[in-house]
Every structure is written in C-alpha cells, then in structure tokens.
C-alpha cells in the first residue's frame, strides 16, 4: 500500500484554486483532486428562507469531522467514498464517488488551510492570491451556469458574508503556505512553480 503525496491549495472564492488543481493533476502521473465544495454540510432540514442568508463562507458550513477522516484515510492509502454537493439545493446526493489514492491528492478549497489537523497531512501546500474586483467578476461569470444562482443573490452574497469571512479565516492562513502564487498570472506558470517544489 504506497502513501499519496498531498497537495493543499487554498486562496479566495474565484482565485483559480481548482482550474489550478486540474492542470496540476493533468501535468502529474496519477493524480486526483478533491475539492472541499464536496464537504459542505447537507442543509436538507433548514428551511428554504433561511438559506437565504446561510453564511456558507465560514468554517463550519463545511464538514470537518467527514473531511479530516478522509484525508486521514487517503494519506493513509486507503480509498473513501467522496461526497457529491448539489447546487443550489444545498443537499448531498444519495450516492458518493470512490476515491482510490494514487500518487497524489490535490485538495482545493477556500479553508484548506485552515485546520493545522490537515495540514499536517500535506507535503506542499499553496496559496493563490487575487484582488476582490477578480474574484466578484469570476463569481458572477461561473455561478449561474455552474450552481444555479442569480447576479442577485451572487453580488448579495459575495457583500455580506464572502469577503468579510475571507478577510477574517482566509486571508491570514496565507502564512501557512509554503508557497504563494498570483490568481491572475498564467495557470501554465503557477503549475511550473508548484512542479518545480515537488
């Protein structure tokens, strides 16, 4: 049973974490990523007006007791059973995707750099930096086709709960990176600085 090489990449909503993730993956043998979105908490029970005004950008909208086994179980060697988010419904489907570690594990997501019980899993660790103007313009091209939300909901949500909570859990976990990187360079030139890490 070989033991994966985990990858961290965390950054603002927007920053281009997953885009990097993927050509990251595409530029490396057997690797898979992970995208923490998967580990948001099912909000079956709440009622619909009080999604509304859900803070999705804090730490505990998202599954840690779930996430930090798996990640624990990948670095491990061993293969979980993924979550699958659905948007905008904010519920888990029935029914998750095998993940069976390989050579590497990407982790992307706004917090993966939060919890020091999951870094400690990681071998590199990167955050990607973008300005707020790149962010809100990026979220409200890929929201409504991707999650189903209005420029409404996208502007309200990114005023009130997005950039505060950035600014205060996101932002500072940037120190713990052993890499910083810009949003707004070439995905090609960030994935080369990372490569050149491993």
Known sequence: MSTPIII???GPTCSGKTLIANSLANNLSDATVISMDSYYRDLTT???EELEHWNFDQPSS???RL?????QSLSGGNSIVKPVYQFP??????????IIPGRYIILDGLFALYWKDLIKHYQLSVFIQASDEVCLKRRLARDPVERGFTPEYIS???RDTVRPMYNKFIHPTRLRADLLVKGEDNPLVNVEKILSLL
């Open 46 to 48: 709440v009622p619909s």
């Open 89 to 98: 419904s904010h519920t888990r489907a029935a029914e998750g995707v095998e």
């Open 156 to 158: 309200r949500q990114y």
């Open 67 to 71: 996430m930090i086994e798996h990640i």
């Open 8 to 10: 961290a990449i965390a």
């Open 62 to 64: 998202i599954d840690y």
